[in-house]
């Protein structure tokens, strides 16, 4: 197949990108770098199967070559970056999905949209299945990037219904592993910075908030899978190995040795932060076969080696 990536230099997208070539289809890389980087991709210069385009998607998207696939996994992901970047996290999910759609509607493409476990915002129900409607703040200040993927979603299903789109749509929860940007402000790359630089590990609230952290393999298998599939629905893909941020700095703390301690600051709760993270994947398993293999044993020593390595070169 030639498939197409919005956002293909991102964490999430050069990853997905490095799985497509090994499986020998060809990848164009579509991203406009606001918070993507090259460093993601550097390895695969010169490859005879990969293009990189530098391109805003929520502006059109034409390309000659035929397309078979099209993932649009293009959007700022951390809060952070949505926060810095609100009206283009909206348009992405707006704009940029309906043009995505449109070039797999041109091309005859299926296409696949990363949505996330944000669309069921801070959860009245846990563990969360895919029929949960959500608990989502529309005007606090992550509004902009639950929105932007809830208007995504009926965006795709809209396109799927009135069009007849192939469309597939997968909820991510709580990735992780190299490649992620140390200062994105996720709560994976911040403690982990931290402890490599010999700083207390800061933990906001009481520290009792869960989530549930996938190692970014497991994620790919379950992106790659549900493209393959005949599954129009969403699924979600995460692990169900939920624990508490505390707990997480504690992990951190040990694998690095950090002296530091850990600080817990009780009254910077940050704001509208679910307090539960936990993804139901009975319908992964059910129609992918798919669960996740990579423990957070497993899966941290790598990503700690990888922000030690940037560390080291900046």
Known sequence: MRVLITGGAGFIGSHLTDRFLRENHCVIGVDNLITGNTRNIAHLVGHEKYTFVRQDVTHYLYFDKQIDAVLHFASPASPVDYLKYPIQTLKVGALGTHNALGLAMAKGARFLLASTSEVYGDPLQHPQREDYAGNVDPIGPRGVYDEAKRYAEALTMAYHRQHGLDTRIVRIFNTYGPRMRLDDGRVVPNLIGQALRGEPLTVYGDGRQTRSFQYISDLVEGVYRLLMSDFSE????????????????????????????????????????????RPDISRAKAVLNWSPQVTLSEGLPPTVEYFRQILTSS
């Not at 951190?252 to 009254?267: C, Q, R, Y």
């Open 234 to 277: 969403p699924v979600n893909i995460g692990t169900t190995e939920e624990m508490s941020i505390l707990d997480f700095a504690q992990h951190v703390s040990v694998l690095t040795g950090s002296g530091a301690g850990i600080v817990l600051k009780a009254d910077d709760r940050v704001v509208g932060d679910p307090q539960t993270r």
